[in-house]
T-cell receptor, first 120, second 110 residues
């Protein structure tokens, strides 16, 4: 199994709603990532988990709350979002973080298909 | 600050018309230069990783090369199905993260 599965594919929510995005991988990868991508822009890193611990938080507003319940699952909890948060949210995983292993390919990110979020 | 710059922003080719996409980078402690393909509304799909200057990798009509300052993605005799946005990214060993370029949107006309 070489896939990263994201649900839901599409989500529409109001500014007062609470919702969650989910991500699952069964490749035995130990690093998992959340990226945000606006139209015609490159992906922007939000959070990185390594061995189920938060490793990087790119100064993301607290209305986005990540959670890594186990090595295969990554959630992004959403609360009180703004319309400008509408974007494609991408989950990714890699075998290791760079610097934690010199095996070629260990830091290749495998991306999911994304969750398209619209905030009204 | 790590930077990755891609050119051109957009490229339209006729089917069979070969060309190259450019990726210039300044990434501290580079641990890999990555090329991804992204179709509209989908996640990026991994194509290649290059680790050292002089390295080359090929896959079907695509060939990626790396120097100390830039990488090229050569597309030979492209087909309409090669139409996509091609993203270049550098992995910084010191910052421990991937820095993406803005991408080149490639359109191949039949």
């Amino acid at each position: 199994d070489t896939e990263v599965t994201q649900t839901p594919k599409h989500l529409v929510m109001g500014m007062t709603n609470k919702k969650s995005l989910k991500c699952e991988q069964h490749m035995g990868h130990r690093a998992m990532y959340w990226y945000k991508q606006k139209a015609k822009k490159p992906p922007e890193l939000m959070f990185v988990y390594s061995y189920e611990k938060l490793s990087i938080n790119e100064s993301v507003p607290s209305r986005f709350s990540p959670e890594c319940p186990n090595s295969s699952l990554l959630n992004l909890h959403l609360h009180a979002l703004q319309p400008e948060d509408s974007a494609l949210y991408l989950c990714a995983s890699s075998q290791e973080l760079p610097g934690q292993g010199e095996v070629a390919g260990a830091n290749v990110l495998t991306f999911g298909a994304g969750s398209r979020l619209t905030v009204l | 600050e790590d930077q990755v710059t891609q050119s051109p922003e957009a490229l339209r080719l006729q089917e069979g018309e070969s060309s190259s996409l450019n990726c210039s980078y300044t990434v501290s402690g580079l641990r890999g230069l990555f090329w991804y393909r992204q179709d509209p509304g989908k996640g990026p799909e991994f194509l290649f990783t290059l680790y050292s200057a002089g390295e080359e990798k090929e896959k079907e009509r695509l060939k990626a090369t790396l120097t100390k300052k830039e990488s090229f993605l050569h597309i030979t005799a492209p087909k309409p199905e090669d139409s996509a946005t091609y993203l270049c990214a550098g992995y910084s060993g010191s910052a421990r993260q991937l820095t993406f370029g803005s991408g080149t949107q490639l359109t191949v006309l039949p």
